[in-house]
């Protein structure tokens, strides 16, 4: 069983940045891909980026892709999102995922453990 935390969320003006951190606590964090991703009000909740345990495949959604970061620290059990260059467009609900297997996977239902959702606002 895994637990994630999500924090980092907040209000920024367009052009702003935040990080998001993910803690995860229980069995094996070390083994699970983990995964960002979101959900607007009224939309599905959509795949944002993901990273293998080792760090050495990551992938994006293609809008955030030059804007967001993906990282993860291991020794610390955190999953970080670091977000540049914020739009209006990327408020939404932001959740921490993480699978039971290895590999990166950009799919909601490929994910086993979910956190709570940490809000992010841009304003124009």
């Known amino acids: 069983q895994v637990q994630l935390v999500e924090s980092g969320g907040g209000l920024v003006q367009a052009g702003g940045s935040l990080r998001l951190s993910c803690a995860a606590s229980?069995?094996?964090?070390?083994?699970?891909?983990m995964g960002w991703f979101r959900q607007a009000p009224g939309k599905q909740r959509e795949f944002v980026a993901a990273?293998?345990?080792?760090?050495?495949?990551?992938s994006y959604k293609d809008s955030v892709k030059g804007r967001f970061t993906i990282s993860r620290d291991n020794a610390k059990n955190t999953v970080y999102l670091q977000m540049n260059g914020l739009k209006p467009e990327d408020t939404a609900v932001y959740y921490c995922a993480a699978r039971k297997i290895t590999t990166i996977n950009s799919i909601v239902s490929g994910y086993d453990y979910w956190g709570q959702g940490t809000q992010v606002t841009v304003t124009s």
């Open positions: 229980g069995r094996t964090f070390n083994k699970n891909a």
């Open positions: 990273i293998t345990w080792s760090g050495g495949s990551i």
